[in-house]
């Protein structure tokens, strides 16, 4: 079983940043690929950003592509997503996942082993 407790948001304005980070509880951190989703209020859980196992891969939505990037430190076991020019739109619980395979292709199709209860962003405008 992994633990998974996300930290980090809060209230930001339109253009501004925020960071987001998940802490790990597994002895294994660098054997999970891990992701960020985010869920907004009357809307679908939908998939934000990836990293493989060794992080060497990354993977993002098309709506946060040069603006959010998502990095791990294994020997911490933590994963963060650095989120930059923030939109209202970008307003949501963000989720942190992980999954055993070591590629990120099962969390782009949403699908992950664990998930944390997730950290509210409030973007306002």
């Known amino acids: 079983q992994v633990q998974l407790v996300e930290s980090g948001g809060g209230l930001v304005q339109a253009g501004g940043s925020l960071r987001v980070s998940c802490a790990a509880s597994?002895?294994?951190?660098?054997?999970?690929?891990m992701g960020w989703f985010r869920q907004a209020p009357g809307k679908e859980r939908e998939f934000v950003a990836a990293?493989?196992?060794?992080?060497?891969?990354?993977d993002y939505a098309d709506s946060v592509k040069g603006r959010f990037t998502i990095s791990r430190n294994n020997a911490k076991n933590t994963v963060s997503l650095q989120m930059n020019s923030l939109k209202p739109e970008d307003t949501a619980v963000y989720y942190c996942?992980?999954?055993?395979?070591?590629?990120?292709?099962?969390?782009?199709?949403?699908?992950?082993?664990?998930w944390g209860k997730g950290t509210l962003v409030t973007v306002s405008s």
């Open positions: 597994t002895r294994t951190f660098s054997s999970y690929a």
């Open positions: 996942a992980a999954d055993r395979w070591e590629n990120v292709a099962t969390l782009v199709r949403g699908t992950a082993s664990y």
């Open positions: 990293i493989t196992s060794s992080g060497g891969g990354t």
